[in-house]
Every structure is written in structure tokens, then in C-alpha cells.
């Protein structure tokens, strides 16, 4: 059985789906003491809340800081770090890096702008934050445009509380594409990057899946058979999980995840070959070869080309796994108009036996709201808890006449 329960923190921005959009690394994100929640609010400032886990009692701050919330690239990422401290990261496409952090641990007081390297800190999209086991971090970023970027990644040391530069154009575009990334860390603490790569600014020229990993903090990357990358990696020498035409309706920046065995879990939705109707698949590792199988059994066609944002009528999901048991459990979590845009999952109890069942965890529709989560709270306890706001976007960055609406954190304990 599984048990749901929701909190409403106030009212976020809902004319884009800058809050609530998939590649926010994190929206919603905790410690072993305090969980944090990161969002716009009507006016476009940054609204920072804070509660003790456990607890529906919310501390709510205004920031000093605003964000161009009429572009939905320019999200808000959260982490905290091993000492406590709340780093931020928020408004960018194609900007100067927009950095801070708490004044000390467990406050909602932010300091001044800050560098990190002070290098390649100029055309800045894409900001995620990731916690390695030591309490320190990773940032990944854009360096660049659409169709014309690197993969820039920087490391934190919380003892020095100071930011050098990891890899430098790990991922090269060779000016004239770029990689749309989506990234895990496991238990043992590996790195997994997977990523399609894009030729243009528009969305239909993305094509294929690329797998690389890291087992020392993202300084040397490797293939799936353990071959040792020379890098930057390029559209030659990546590793391709599973090869997908351009014009497929393959989506870019989706989820991945990685189960007791380090083996790897892309999720991600195209179109079939020889389909007009795109559907869920999950791309994964066996052990021995990369596989991929089809999740869903959608009726719905559905079409897109262009640039920027997108209104889509499906989420780009997000996946974990649940590997406690006898067997790897997975959950893939995703919004379908097919299902009346409401927050649902699906299931798979056993990864090898590869059978999927869906439930909804609303009674109504978000809209165009896309699933972010708090990715520490499930590392620790494997209990979900779902940033939730109903959300508009218009094709192309413009905005929807909708207003405000509830900023929930909707608590799934299985």
C-alpha cells in the first residue's frame, strides 16, 4: 500500500513552466535535518522555503533575487552540501552565471552574487547541482548556445568552501551541435551521463543516445565496457546506447537512474519507427549489452519542430529505483493528457521481469507540469516527494494567461 500526502507552500508562477519544468536539478531538495524548496512567485522573485522533515510547518524567505520567467529555461536549482550550506543557481539562457549561497548552514539568507571559476562563466544554461558522498558537489552547465555548446562541469570542496573547474568541454559539440544531458550518481557512488545530441536550435534534429561513466568524481570517464574516454567526447568517439533518427520526436534532458548493480536506466520518449504516436521507452544496461523496451501503449499522435519551449501534452518523466528487496523495483513518473494530465506513475516491480502498471497520484489535471523531485530524500529513504504546480506554457517562450497557482510538495510513502 502506499500512503500520499500533500503540503501547499504559497503561490508560484504559472504563465510559463519555468517552475516546474523537468530539468530542475533541484526544485525541492534536503538534508538529514531540513528540506528546502526553491520557486518564482508571481512578481518573478525567488522564493526560498524551508521545513524540518516530517514536519508541514513551512519557513517562507523573499529573496533579493528575481529570474526572467517569461523564458522556461531560466530555472531555479537548489543543493545542500555536506556542511549544511544551501547553494542556488538560478535564471539562465544563454547568461552569466547566476551563483549564491547561504550565509551559513540551514539559513535561508543568501549571499551576494558569487563566481565560481570565473572561467567559461558567460553564456550559462542548464545549472544542476549534484552531491557526491562526501558531502561535496557537482555543477553541471551549458557553455553556449543550442545546437552550438559544450558540457562544462566544476567541483566544490566544502572544507575550502571554493569552486575549480572539474572538465572543461567534457562533451564537445565540435560547433555544430550540442549534448541535451541527463545524469545519476549510484549507491557506489559511480557518475552515469547519458545525452542525445542536437544539430540545430530545433527540437527535431535530436538524435540518438550516448552513455559515458565516472567512478572518481567526474575526472575520468569511461565507456559501458570500461574503455577509458579521450577527451572532450564527440560525436565520434561517444559510446551509443541505442541509435535513433532525427525526426523521431526523441526528447531531450528526460531522467536516468541507476539499480543495486550500477547498471543504468534512461527514460525518455519517440516515436517508433514507422509510428506517428511517441511513447515511453527505457533505455538500460544488462550487464552485457544496452537494451531498450517500449513502457507505454499510447493512442494519442503528436508532433514538434521549432525552437525554444515546447507546450507538449506529456512530461518528460523522471525514474528511480527502489533497491532494497530481493528485486530491483523501478518508477517512472510522468504527466499524459491521455490520463488527464494528472501526476502519474508507473511501476515495474521486477526490473528483470520488465511489466509495467500505472497508478495517478492526483484527482486533477497540472496541466503541462513536468516531475521534479527531491533526489537526496529518496538516496536515503526512498520515500518520493514531488515538487507540484498546475502550469502553462505557450510555444516559443510565451506566455499563457493563467494565474498564480499553489506551490504544492506532494509526499508519496510507499
Keep these: 500500500m502506499s500512503h500520499i500526502h500533500s503540503t501547499v507552500i504559497g503561490k508560484g508562477w504559472a504563465r510559463t513552466a519555468v517552475n516546474a519544468t523537468v530539468y530542475r536539478r533541484n526544485s525541492i531538495v534536503s538534508d538529514a535535518f531540513y528540506q528546502y524548496v526553491a520557486y518564482y512567485d508571481a512578481q518573478s522573485r525567488v522564493i526560498l522555503a524551508k521545513r524540518q522533515l516530517g514536519s508541514d510547518d513551512w519557513t517562507i524567505e523573499t529573496t533579493p533575487y528575481t529570474g526572467n520567467t517569461s523564458d522556461a529555461h531560466n530555472v531555479i536549482s537548489i ?3 555536506g556542511a549544511g550550506y544551501l547553494h542556488m543557481s538560478w535564471d539562465h539562457h544563454v547568461d552569466e552565471l547566476r551563483y549564491c549561497r547561504s550565509v551559513e548552514p540551514a539559513s535561508l539568507t543568501l549571499t551576494d552574487k558569487l563566481p565560481m571559476t570565473s572561467q567559461k ?3 550559462v544554461t ?3 547541482f549534484y552531491c557526491l558522498a562526501d558531502g561535496n558537489l557537482l555543477f553541471f552547465y551549458r557553455d553556449g548556445s543550442s545546437g552550438r555548446g559544450d558540457l562544462m562541469i566544476n567541483y566544490y570542496d566544502c572544507q575550502t568552501q571554493t569552486w575549480s573547474m ?10 555544430e551541435r550540442n549534448a541535451y544531458w541527463q545524469t545519476a550518481i549510484d549507491d557506489q557512488g559511480t ?4 545525452w542525445v545530441w542536437r544539430e540545430t536550435p530545433d527540437v527535431a534534429t535530436n538524435h540518438d543516445m550516448c552513455y559515458a561513466k565516472s567512478d572518481d568524481n567526474g575526472v575520468t570517464w569511461r565507456k559501458s565496457t570500461g574503455e577509458v574516454y579521450t577527451l572532450p567526447i564527440t560525436q565520434d568517439t561517444a559510446e551509443y546506447a541505442l541509435r535513433i533518427p532525427q525526426n523521431s520526436l526523441l526528447m531531450n534532458q528526460t531522467a536516468m537512474c541507476a539499480d543495486s548493480q550500477g547498471r543504468p536506466y534512461i ?3 519517440w516515436r517508433p519507427m514507422g509510428s506517428d504516436i511517441p511513447q515511453y521507452h527505457i533505455i538500460y544496461h544488462d550487464g552485457n549489452s544496452w537494451q531498450a523496451q517500449q513502457v507505454t501503449q499510447r493512442t494519442m499522435p503528436f508532433d514538434v519542430s521549432g525552437t525554444g519551449s515546447r507546450r507538449i501534452p506529456f512530461a518528460r518523466p523522471q525514474i528511480m529505483v527502489d533497491n532494497r528487496g530481493e528485486r530491483d523495483k523501478a518508477y517512472m513518473v510522468f504527466r499524459d493528457i491521455e490520463r488527464g494530465d494528472k501526476v502519474s506513475v508507473t511501476i515495474c516491480d521486477d526490473l528483470l521481469a520488465r511489466e509495467w502498471r500505472i497508478e495517478d497520484l492526483t484527482d486533477t489535471s497540472v496541466t503541462v507540469w513536468e516531475p521534479s523531485y527531491d533526489t537526496e530524500l529518496w ?3 526512498h520515500v518520493l516527494h514531488l515538487y507540484v504546480q498546475n502550469t502553462e506554457q505557450g510555444d516559443g517562450e510565451k506566455e499563457v494567461d493563467f494565474p498564480p497557482q499553489d506551490v504544492t510538495i506532494l509526499e508519496w510513502k510507499l
Aim: glycine content about 4%; charged content about 40%; cysteine-free.
Design 379 to 381: 538516496k536515503r529513504d
Design 121 to 123: 562563466e558567460n553564456k
Design 267 to 269: 527514460a525518455t520518449y
Design 126 to 128: 542548464y545549472p544542476e
Design 79 to 81: 543543493m545542500v552540501d
Design 166 to 175: 572539474r572538465q572543461d568541454n567534457l562533451i564537445s559539440g565540435e560547433d
Design 191 to 194: 557518475i552515469h551521463l547519458s
